[in-house]
């Protein structure tokens, strides 16, 4: 069964630090993988996925993500992190294994704060 | 243009009633998703449409839970019975379509407290 980890329930990085939010994960066949930020009170935003080809990803607000079959990783960084990137991030993992079925699995969520 | 919407935003109930959660996907998106988000629970897969296809119910929790999908778009999602445990945010989410290489959208959801 397809699982995503996201091993840290919080991140604190001071602004203009480099932000990272780590996600592994585990599937039977290739994955396909997401993240998605959740602002306060809001729905959850797509910010950038990984299908196939580049290993390195860039999505919205500066964010970019690399993977890492070997590790079975798809961490997300940021370069320098801003006070408005606070908010909740989830990784998502969908496995293409023939028996995964058509479902994608989030993990339980990093909070990130963002300090000034 | 219009995003995902969901009505109503927030709806208090008392246990043993039922409840309908309604959701409007994105025009021309024939996918579309139901999740639940509790308290420190995360997401939760709830049952996913595709086109005409039969739905994919498998993250339903309970018979207490079901949902349609009327002319490929509007859904509702109906809980009986209300229980305590059913308090969480209700999210609805739309994608172009159901191979899930495309990223989905989601509503503000409904946030659901049983009394």
Not at chain 2, 80 to 107: I, K
């Amino acid at each position: 069964a397809q699982s995503v980890a996201q091993p840290e329930d919080q991140v604190n990085v001071a602004e203009g630090n480099p932000l990272t939010v780590k996600c592994t994960y585990s599937v039977s066949g290739n994955p396909y993988l997401f993240w998605y930020v959740q602002y306060p009170n809001r729905g959850l935003q797509f910010l950038l996925k990984y299908i196939t080809g580049d290993n390195l990803v860039k999505g919205s607000y500066g964010f970019e993500a690399e993977f890492n079959k070997s590790q079975t990783s798809f961490h997300l960084k940021k370069p320098s992190a801003l006070v408005s990137d606070s908010a909740l991030y989830f990784c998502a993992v969908r496995d293409t294994g023939r028996a995964a079925g058509n479902k994608l699995t989030f993990g339980g969520g990093t909070r990130v704060l963002v300090k000034p | 243009g219009a995003g995902v919407s969901q009505s109503p935003s927030n709806k208090v109930t008392e246990k043993g009633k039922d409840v309908e959660l309604r959701c409007d996907p994105i025009s021309g998106h024939t996918a579309l998703y139901w999740y639940r988000q509790s308290l420190g629970q995360g997401l939760e897969f709830l049952i996913y449409f595709q086109g005409n296809s039969a739905p994919d119910k498998s993250g339903l929790p309970s018979d207490r839970f079901s949902a349609e999908r009327t002319g490929g778009s509007v859904s509702t999602l109906t809980i009986q019975r209300t229980q305590q445990e059913d308090s969480a945010v209700y999210l609805c989410a739309s994608s172009l379509g159901g191979t899930l290489r495309n990223e989905q959208y989601f509503g503000p959801g409904t946030r659901l407290t049983v009394t």
